[in-house]
Every structure is written in structure tokens, then in C-alpha cells.
């Protein structure tokens, strides 16, 4: 089992600000949990103290029971996606994907047919196994976006996380790449931890979310519940209202016959 714990974790900077406060939150063995709120609430720094990106004033912060505060990011055993799609350029699509496998030192290096194996595993539960020869210039920003998901993917990572992984894409895109990342999550079932602003892409894709505001926890429950009993102004306001007028919107642009 891979199950994440906050236990009053609070990330305070060195002008006294605090991004984080107190925060108690559980992710689930296998649980899709979206950090969702407006700009600036906390959700990134979340995700980045577990990450090891950033350090944690108080609190710990637990993998299955175990304290990660002080390991470093390579030794969490996480997989990792950001906004930008940080391919690297001169590299193939397989030597992007095998980057991380490769650089791994010591008992910790995989056999290189092992490398291949996962490799060609991972690209084909990307649909990228036609790509693997070309440079990333070569391809669409959706595929783009497989390809660094599949580089998280390929480390078979005990978590994983997602920054805002599809701002950087079209609307069109982001539809296909909600449903495909929501595909790979009920194939693999990885316990996975997503960063996003956009309500609709939270209510989609989520098991749980946990809303966020000026670095407090407001809210978490299934999607539906949390919409359909709010706890306080902020989650009605944010997430309930936002949905209602979409809604209403979609129907004054498509009216049933």
C-alpha cells in the first residue's frame, strides 16, 4: 500500500510568511487526489514539500509511515510532471523517456534490457511507440505531454505527482489529455497526488479533492459531495458558483431542443 500523510505541516518562509498552515490530509492507497483552489493558496507548495522541493517548517510529512522530511527528492521514490513539458531537445522520444533509469547510479541502476523492457512497455501505454525515434520538436503539444508523463511513469513510482500539467494546452487538448491521464490512473492505479486552478478538470478527474485557500485546508471529500454540500462561503463561492455559471453558460450556447 502507498498511502500519503500531512500531519501539521506548515511551510513558512524566512519574511514570516506562511504559505502552508497546519495542514492534516490523508491521500489513500491508489487515490486520485486533486489540491485545487485560486492562485497563490497553497496547493503548488503542497505538492513541492513532498516532492523535497521544498523544505517544511513544522509538521512531517509520511509515505506509507515513514518520515520523508529530510530525504532528498531522488530517494522518495516519487515521479514527477511539471507545467512545462521539460524534454530534453537533442534527445530521442525513447532517450527522454529512459533519461532518469539511465542516470540512476550504483545497486539502483536498472540492466539495460530492463531499461528497453520498460521503455517500450511505457511508450506503447502511452500510444508513443511510433514515436520513439523522433526529437520532441517532431511531435504535437498532446504528445508532447505523454511523453513527459511517461518519463514519471517509466520510474514505476510508489507516487505520482502532477503540477498543473496541461495549462500549457489548448482547450481541445485538455479534454483528450484529462480523459487520458484519468485512463492511465484506472490502468495503473498509482497513487497519484494533481495541482490544478480549474474546477471542471478537478470535478473530472478526481476520486477526492481538497480545496485550499490562503494556505488552509477548506474542504475534501468526492467531488459531488463536496459540490453538493459546501462547508463554507469560500467552497461555494469557488468551486460550486464557478460550476453553476459554466453550466448555465454551455446551456444558453447550446439549447436543448
Same mark, same amino acid.
Given at each position: 500500500?502507498? &498511502?500519503?500523510?500531512? !500531519? ?6 524566512? =519574511? ?9 490530509? &490523508? ?11 485560486? $492562485? ?9 514539500? @513532498? /516532492?523535497?522541493? !521544498?523544505?517544511?517548517?513544522?509538521? $512531517? ?24 513539458? /521539460? *524534454? ?8 527522454? @523517456? ?5 542516470? /540512476? ?47 514519471? @511513469? ?9 503540477? &498543473? ?18 485512463? *492511465?490512473? =484506472? ?10 486552478? =480549474? ?12 480545496? *485550499? ?17 459546501? !462547508? ?11 460550476? =453553476?455559471?459554466?453550466?448555465?453558460? /454551455? ?7
Amino acid at each position: 500500500m502507498v &498511502e500519503v500523510r500531512y !500531519e501539521g505541516v506548515t511551510k513558512r518562509y524566512d =519574511d514570516g510568511f506562511e504559505a502552508v498552515k497546519n495542514l492534516d490530509l &490523508e491521500v489513500q492507497d491508489g487515490e486520485f487526489l486533486v489540491l485545487l483552489g485560486p $492562485s497563490g493558496c497553497g496547493k503548488s507548495t503542497t505538492l513541492r514539500m @513532498l /516532492a523535497g522541493l !521544498e523544505d517544511v517548517s513544522e509538521g $512531517s510529512i509520511q509515505i506509507d509511515g515513514d518520515k520523508i522530511n529530510d530525504l532528498p527528492p531522488g530517494a522518495r521514490g516519487l515521479g514527477m510532471v511539471f507545467q512545462s513539458y /521539460a *524534454l530534453y531537445p537533442h534527445m530521442t522520444i525513447a532517450d527522454n @523517456l529512459s533519461f532518469g533509469l539511465r542516470m /540512476a547510479k550504483g545497486e539502483e541502476r536498472l540492466p539495460d534490457d530492463e531499461i528497453i523492457r520498460r521503455v517500450q512497455e511505457t511508450a506503447k501505454l502511452m500510444e508513443l511507440d511510433d514515436q520513439l525515434e523522433k526529437k520532441p520538436k517532431e511531435l504535437s503539444g498532446g504528445q508532447r505531454q505523454r511523453v513527459a508523463l511517461g518519463r514519471a @511513469l517509466v520510474r514505476q513510482p510508489k507516487v505520482l505527482l502532477m503540477d &498543473e500539467p496541461l495549462s500549457n494546452l489548448d482547450a481541445e487538448l485538455r479534454h483528450q489529455m484529462r480523459a487520458e491521464i484519468r485512463r *492511465l490512473h =484506472d490502468t495503473l492505479g498509482t497513487t497519484t497526488v494533481y495541482v490544478t486552478h =480549474d474546477q471542471i478538470e478537478a470535478m473530472t478527474l478526481a476520486d477526492r479533492i481538497a480545496i *485550499l485557500n490562503h494556505g488552509e485546508l477548506q474542504q475534501h471529500g468526492a467531488p459531488l459531495d463536496v459540490y453538493n454540500h459546501p !462547508e463554507n462561503e469560500f467552497v461555494q463561492g469557488f468551486l460550486c458558483k464557478h460550476i =453553476d455559471e459554466i453550466v448555465d453558460t /454551455a446551456n444558453s450556447l447550446f439549447p436543448k431542443e
